[in-house]
């Protein structure tokens, strides 16, 4: 089973800010499963980054993805008031189909 | 656009049974995977269960197998999850997710359904 170990547990800054938030795997994970995910309170999770670097539909370039094997990094540039939300990262193996979710960083203003 | 919007969840003692439905809308339901995925208060998010696009392949959490069930009707744009023997250990929200294999990721959520176990 793979698990996702995401850091730091709460990250604060301020608008404008840069924010480097970081997910690692337990073994190496395919990029093309490799996603991330803003939460907002009272809100369903919302797809940001799929493939490990590609943007979802309507997410703002500020928005960035890398990574590979076990690291995998989401940069958000100059970050907005509604930016401040928990993060997931989330990886798909297929033998056997499993999806799995890091246990989140809170982005938090300071 | 697409909605997704689930129903069925309340306050049961455990041990009791609770069947949750998600309501499709707005894209052609027959051909996606559907997912369960849920999140215990104040945690964070857990995949739970998968059907196949025609009903065929299910696969579970380990720690529901044999306690949940999926289940879809493409009729009806529905997909369910029969949970028995429910215990404290399963409240949560529990959000119904569409899985895009064009854009390997949940892309799409219900706005979700609580469950609550407590005597």
């Known amino acids: 089973e793979i698990v996702l170990t995401q850091s730091p547990g709460t990250l604060s800054l301020s608008p404008g800010e840069r924010a480097t938030l970081s997910c690692r795997a337990s073994?190496?994970?395919?990029?093309?499963?490799l996603a991330w995910y803003q939460q907002k309170p009272g809100q369903a999770p919302r797809l940001l980054i799929y493939?490990?670097?590609s943007r979802a539909t309507g997410i703002p370039d500020r928005f960035t993805g890398s990574g590979s094997g076990t690291d995998f990094t989401l940069t958000i540039s100059g970050l907005e008031p509604a930016d401040f939300a928990v993060y997931y990262c989330?990886?798909?193996?297929?033998?056997?189909?499993?999806?799995?979710f890091g246990q989140g960083t809170k982005v938090e203003i300071k | 656009q697409v909605q997704l919007v689930e129903s069925g969840g309340g306050v049961v003692q455990p041990g009791r049974s609770l069947r949750l439905s998600c309501a499709a809308s707005?894209?052609?339901?027959?051909?996606?995977?559907m997912h369960w995925v849920r999140q215990a208060p104040g945690k964070g998010l857990e995949w739970v269960s998968l059907?196949?696009?025609?009903?065929?392949?299910?696969y579970y959490l380990d720690s529901v197998k044999g306690r949940f069930t999926i289940s879809r009707d493409n009729s009806k744009n529905t997909v369910y999850l029969q949970m028995n023997s429910l215990g404290p250990e399963d409240t949560a929200i529990y959000y119904c997710?569409?899985?895009?294999?064009?854009?390997?990721?949940?892309?799409?959520w219900g706005q979700g359904t609580l469950v609550t176990i407590s005597s």
């Open positions: 997710a569409r899985y895009n294999l064009a854009t390997p990721g949940f892309d799409n």
């Open positions: 707005g894209f052609t339901f027959s051909t996606y995977a």
């Open positions: 059907v196949s696009y025609d009903g065929s392949n299910k």
């Open positions: 073994q190496s994970v395919s990029s093309s499963y």
């Open positions: 493939g490990a670097s």
């Open positions: 989330q990886q798909h193996t297929s033998s056997p189909p499993t999806w799995t």
